[in-house]
């Protein structure tokens, strides 16, 4: 089992920056790829961001490329999504999961999720 807690979500103003984060622990040593996803309301799941956890393989969505950095700190089995110059569009309820494989899945565990709330 892993256990996956998320914070760092708020309420900001168009154009500002939030930095999510995502604590693993359990057995981690069984994680591969750490991924960011979010679901706004009305909407379908959508990843965001990838990475794994050796190579640091990175991956984004096109809607994030140039203003959504994903990193890891291995020693703190710690993810991290840094998201400057946020929209409106980027409201959303965010999640970080954990799988074996890439971008396509499945990732068999999930954190509760962090409300992330851009205002104009």
């Known amino acids: 089992q892993v256990q996956l807690v998320e914070s760092g979500g708020g309420l900001v103003q168009a154009g500002g920056s939030l930095r999510l984060s995502c604590a693993a622990s359990?057995?981690?040593?069984?994680?591969?790829?750490m991924g960011w996803f979010r679901q706004a309301p009305g909407k379908e799941r959508e990843i965001v961001a990838a990475?794994?956890?050796?190579?640091?393989?990175?991956y984004y969505i096109d809607s994030v490329k140039g203003r959504f950095t994903i990193s890891r700190d291995n020693a703190k089995n710690t993810v991290y999504l840094q998201m400057n110059s946020l929209k409106r569009e980027d409201t959303a309820v965010y999640y970080c999961?954990?799988?074996?494989?890439?971008?396509?899945?499945?990732?068999?565990?999930w954190g509760q999720g962090t409300q992330v709330t851009v205002s104009s």
């Open positions: 990475i794994t956890w050796k190579a640091g393989t990175i």
């Open positions: 999961a954990t799988g074996n494989n890439w971008i396509g899945g499945p990732f068999d565990y």
């Open positions: 359990g057995r981690t040593f069984s994680m591969n790829t």
